[in-house]
């Protein structure tokens, strides 16, 4: 997954293995609030990632044909951020500063997600354990990945 760098929108290309174009990921321009558009190569709308607005700390929501089915849910703790995905009793854990980590879902790994460093605009490898998650691991790390740019532009602000 590799972020377009020069869009006035947020703007992602997702690759499978082969290199082959799988999804587009396209955020609304001048909306109050987050919303990210996952489409397939032809450009059908496979889910979308909404920020919920008003809360304390950040919450998105996953649609998948029309219908939501998760919540990611950014944990309070002091030592490492913890999110987890309620619908799917997802877990995810790990180095998000370094956005390396992990979903799970109790002791089954669901996905592991790695930021390639050295390319233009952000680049993730994320390897998904069963295909039939992909849409749903996408969308997750999109959201985290929002919350990850919103705290460094404040960090940056303050």
């Given at each position: 997954m590799q972020q377009k760098v020069f869009s006035w929108t947020d703007r992602f290309r997702v690759w499978d293995e082969a290199g082959e174009d799988r999804y587009v990921v396209e955020g609304e321009f001048l909306v109050f609030g987050k919303r990210l558009h996952i489409q397939d190569t032809a450009g059908q709308e496979v889910a979308l990632v909404e920020r919920k607005l008003l809360s304390f700390l950040p919450r998105f929501f996953?649609?998948?044909?029309?219908e939501q089915v998760a919540e990611i849910v950014r944990e309070f703790t002091f030592l490492r951020p913890r999110y987890t995905v309620q619908g799917?009793?997802?877990d995810v854990e790990g180095e998000f500063l370094a956005h390396d980590y992990t979903i799970t879902r109790g002791e089954q790994e669901v996905a592991t997600?790695?930021?390639?460093?050295?390319?233009w605009g952000d680049c993730y490898v994320v390897d998904i354990a069963d295909a039939a998650d992909t849409v749903t691991v996408l969308a997750v790390v999109?959201?985290?990945d929002c919350v990850q740019a919103e705290q460094a532009h404040h960090n940056v602000q303050h």
């Amino acid at each position: 997954m590799q972020q377009k760098v020069f869009s006035w929108t947020d703007r992602f290309r997702v690759w499978d293995e082969a290199g082959e174009d799988r999804y587009v990921v396209e955020g609304e321009f001048l909306v109050f609030g987050k919303r990210l558009h996952i489409q397939d190569t032809a450009g059908q709308e496979v889910a979308l990632v909404e920020r919920k607005l008003l809360s304390f700390l950040p919450r998105f929501f996953v649609y998948v044909g029309g219908e939501q089915v998760a919540e990611i849910v950014r944990e309070f703790t002091f030592l490492r951020p913890r999110y987890t995905v309620q619908g799917l009793e997802w877990d995810v854990e790990g180095e998000f500063l370094a956005h390396d980590y992990t979903i799970t879902r109790g002791e089954q790994e669901v996905a592991t997600i790695h930021k390639e460093w050295l390319t233009w605009g952000d680049c993730y490898v994320v390897d998904i354990a069963d295909a039939a998650d992909t849409v749903t691991v996408l969308a997750v790390v999109l959201a985290i990945d929002c919350v990850q740019a919103e705290q460094a532009h404040h960090n940056v602000q303050h």
